[in-house]
């Protein structure tokens, strides 16, 4: 099993430009979680899919963060536009719907906005 | 307001001896804790946890404690190694049988194993 796969391993933009990362979970899991990791706020919970389905998305800071989950096994969130604030290393994460599955996460994207 | 506090950002431990590392917790609703690992430039991997029906966990090595009157939970590593060195995660849950996706984590604390 090659895990949970993202892509890419390193961003850095400008500010104002848009980014997009990319997330393939694990095979057979139908929950994803994209979380963010910074020193500030440790790691935080920004949206989660359930079958494709996005089921909670209060963690997503402000309408400049999107994310999409067209298919089982690809997955989005875009920043359009970015700001230097938004720099961060960004999880993915996927699970079975099963009761207190673990969480298996990618390597992350470390995201920088200058 | 924090949630899951790990008050310790980090913690150095001789190579043979016992790792502690505290997390508390303010939620009493929480009923489900576990802990991860991370490396360097890697992701988190789950390494234990626990239900707030019991009061001890162990696997190996690693032993996870929780006080919920205390609302307290804190992960033992006997005896420690090298290897071990990394940042441990202290997360929580309200909702056990449930969805990760409410999974509250601290900020982290970096344990540092010295031969």
């Known amino acids: 099993d090659a895990g949970v796969i993202q892509s890419p391993r390193h961003e850095v933009t400008e500010m104002g430009q848009e980014v997009t990362l990319r997330c393939k979970p694990i095979s057979g899991h139908n929950s994803l979680f994209w979380y963010r990791q910074t020193m500030m706020r440790g790691l935080e919970l920004l949206i989660y899919?359930?079958?494709?389905?996005?089921?909670?998305d209060s963690g997503m800071p402000e309408d400049r963060f999107s994310a999409k989950m067209p298919n089982a096994s690809f997955s989005t969130l875009k920043i359009q536009p970015s700001e230097p604030r938004d720099s961060a290393v960004y999880f993915c994460?996927?699970?079975?719907?099963?009761?207190?599955?673990?969480?298996?996460f990618g390597s992350g994207t470390q995201l920088s906005v200058l | 307001d924090q949630q899951v506090k790990q008050n310790s950002p980090s913690l150095s431990v001789q190579e043979g001896r016992i790792s502690i590392l505290n997390c508390d917790y303010t939620?009493?609703?929480?009923?489900?804790f576990l802990w991860y690992k991370k490396y360097p430039a890697e992701g988190p991997t789950f390494l234990i946890s626990i239900s707030s029906i019991k009061d001890k966990n162990e696997d190996g090595r690693f032993t996870v404690f929780l006080n919920k009157s205390a609302k307290h939970l804190s992960l033992h590593i006997v005896p420690s190694q090298p290897g071990d060195s990394a940042v441990y995660f202290c997360?929580?849950?309200?909702?056990?049988?449930?969805?990760?996706?409410?999974?509250?984590f601290g900020k982290g604390t970096k344990l540092s194993v010295k031969p």
């Open positions: 994460a996927s699970s079975h719907r099963v009761a207190n599955e673990k969480l298996f």
């Open positions: 939620n009493s609703m929480f009923d489900y």
């Open positions: 997360a929580a849950s309200p909702n056990y049988g449930g969805s990760q996706g409410n999974l509250i």
């Open positions: 899919f359930n079958n494709n389905v996005p089921i909670d």
